[in-house]
């Protein structure tokens, strides 16, 4: 008899023997195979979990979004049967609720109070280690523990760093999704420990696309305050230009109004904008604001005058120009 050792947990192995007589270097033909799978073990890894909470109701209701990776582990411990979902408030741990899910994401109702929530995988020989995370009450302030955050691209990777107020912070959650997505569990995340920066392959972001993206420092079972920026890894033009509203003139002077463009046609972060405006038969003459003027008033202008003016909306790859609108300053 042999003892088979260092198999994996939960897999099934095909064993033959051969055998060989003192006589003879001759090894005969191989048995028929059998097959036996090593029994399971429980997970031993925590799912990796995180949490987006929704708006508050007038009562103080809430929906929390809670959604976990799948365990990924090689070689497995065992089939994962499903995921339990424990959840309390913190000052009564007595009224526990259990949830079991079979996928990997879940809704839970939470009213005012803090919560205690937990996560494990299972199967059928038993839980994984629990993932904790605490859900704040809605009348809870939480503290800012991240002075700055920026983010850069290089050839290959897409790059955060942050600046910690308290150097005692050592772990973060970094998360990121398109600025358009309103599905909270199309949102992305990944631990960070031990850092105050993050990269990623470029491949995980689109062009011409706005992400979110929030750096969360953790201290104890809490979730500080995010600092959260926005980000283009690429950018082109954008693909419209903004419409002016010429509203009433003067004689010498008139307000121009714009709206913002979409946001699926800005292709870039809108750094600022352009009024051009020129006279009939006369020079063309511009004056450029800050991207959060949404007005401007044109002064000196010519008396009874015919102008054409339209707006362009620039970003790290350029500009473009909105339709042009026509206006005639008064005569008196």
Not at 38 to 47: L, N
Not at 63 to 91: D, T
Request: net charge neutral; charged share 25%.
């Amino acid at each position: 008899s042999c003892n088979l050792t260092g198999l994996w947990d939960s897999t099934e192995y095909s064993v033959a023997v051969r055998c060989v007589s003192i006589m003879s270097k001759l090894w005969s033909e191989w048995s028929r195979g059998i097959t036996a799978r090593t029994e399971e073990k429980a997970p031993s890894e925590k799912v990796d979990l995180w949490r987006v909470i929704g708006s508050s109701h007038s009562d103080g209701n809430r929906c929390v979004h809670l959604m976990w990776k799948p365990l990924n582990s090689f070689p497995a411990s065992g089939r994962i049967l499903g995921y339990k979902i424990q959840y309390s408030p913190e000052n009564n741990v007595v009224l526990k609720t259990t949830n079991i899910s079979t996928g990997n994401k879940t809704i839970l109702h939470l009213n005012k109070e803090a919560y205690i929530v937990s996560v494990a995988a299972y199967n059928s020989a038993g839980n994984s280690p629990e993932a904790i995370l605490r859900i704040p009450s809605t009348d809870e302030k939480t503290s800012q523990m991240i002075e700055t955050a920026r983010t850069f691209t290089t050839n290959e990777e897409v790059v955060v760093e942050w600046i910690a107020s308290e150097p005692e912070v050592t772990e973060y959650v970094v998360e990121w999704y398109e600025e358009v997505e309103t599905n909270p569990f199309g949102r992305l995340w990944q631990y960070v420990s031990n850092s105050t920066n993050w990269k990623t392959n470029k491949k995980h972001f689109k062009p011409f696309i706005c992400y979110n993206i929030s750096v969360y420092p953790l201290y104890g079972n809490k979730v500080a305050a995010p600092y959260s920026i926005q980000t283009f890894v690429q950018e082109k033009e954008p693909s419209e230009g903004p419409v002016a509203d010429t509203g009433i003139p003067g004689k010498n002077e008139i307000t121009i109004k714009w709206n913002e463009i979409s946001k699926d046609k800005r292709n870039g972060l809108i750094k600022n904008y352009t009024i051009f405006y020129k006279p009939e038969d006369g020079k063309e003459l511009n004056e450029t604001v800050n991207s959060d003027v949404l007005q401007y008033r044109l002064k000196s202008l010519q008396a009874n005058t015919q102008y054409t003016v339209h707006i362009m909306a620039s970003n790290g790859a350029g500009g473009t120009r909105g339709e042009p609108k026509t206006f005639k300053t008064l005569k008196f």
